[in-house]
T-cell receptor
Framework: GNSVTQMEGPVTLSEEAFLTINCTYT??????LFWYVQYPGEGLQLLLK?????DKGSNKGFEATYRKETTSFHLEKGSVQVSDSAVYFC?????????????FGSGTQLTVLP | ETGVTQTPRHLVMGMTNKKSLKCEQH?????MYWYKQSAKKPLELMFV???????ENNSVPSRFSPECPNSSHLFLHLHTLQPEDSALYLC?????????????FGNGTRLTVT
């Protein structure tokens, strides 16, 4: 079956540091890949997505590239801010795109210190 | 404003109580979901409703009973819960015609079972 593995947190960085959160997946076919973010006290929000190999999703300074050869979708940001402190979830959906087939990773807690 | 509103935000109940969680989406979506989020575990999909019809029940115990009277409203009726049911319960919606189909989440109900 499908699975998503994220780097374990928590991750603590200083403001303006470079961020990488690793995500690898196991899936049949060509899934779509997502990063969701959960700010304190809130539900999850879609951060970015990629639907095919070599696609790059980007939003709010975050980027992730769909790498089929390494089955990875690592999240990166060049300069983090305190407001980026949140939990980040990598997820994939099966090729049909049905949300009921969405598989989430266990989440990575990011804390950015001023 | 997320477009998906959940009430109450916090709920404390005893094991013999009966309570209900409510979710309302203002996005015109046709699919709604209940997820359970426990500490250090991946999100668990509980129920899926598509056009008011339940299409998924992921082996959820019968003490959780969903109800979807229309495409905009979703309830989760709770009775005789256990302490291990304490978690954040997230409602989400999606438009099943979009490919891929990102989820829009509410802010959740933090449930504590005493």
């Amino acid at each position: 079956g499908n699975s998503v593995t994220q780097m374990e947190g928590p991750v603590t960085l200083s403001e303006e540091a470079f961020l990488t959160i690793n995500c690898t997946y196991t899936a049949t076919g060509y899934p779509s890949l997502f990063w969701y973010v959960q700010y304190p006290g809130e539900g999850l929000q879609l951060l970015l997505k990629a639907t095919k190999a070599d696609d790059k999703g980007s939003n709010k300074g975050f980027e992730a590239t769909y790498r089929k050869e390494t089955t990875s979708f690592h999240l990166e940001k060049g300069s983090v801010q305190v407001s980026d402190s949140a939990v980040y979830f990598c997820a994939l959906s099966d090729p049909s795109g049905s949300a009921r087939q969405l598989t989430f990773g266990s989440g990575t807690q990011l804390t950015v210190l001023p | 404003e997320t477009g998906v509103t959940q009430t109450p935000r916090h709920l404390v109940m005893g094991m013999t109580n009966k309570k209900s969680l409510k979710c309302e989406q203002h996005l015109g979506h046709n699919a709604m979901y209940w997820y359970k989020q426990s500490a250090k575990k991946p999100l668990e999909l509980m129920f899926v409703y598509n056009f008011k019809e339940q299409t998924e029940n992921n082996s959820v115990p019968s003490r959780f009973s969903p109800e979807c009277p229309n495409s905009s409203h979703l309830f989760l009726h709770l009775h005789t819960l256990q302490p291990e049911d304490s978690a954040l319960y997230l409602c989400a919606s999606s438009q099943e015609r979009d490919i891929p189909r990102p989820l829009h989440f509410g802010n959740g109900t933090r449930l504590t079972v005493t």
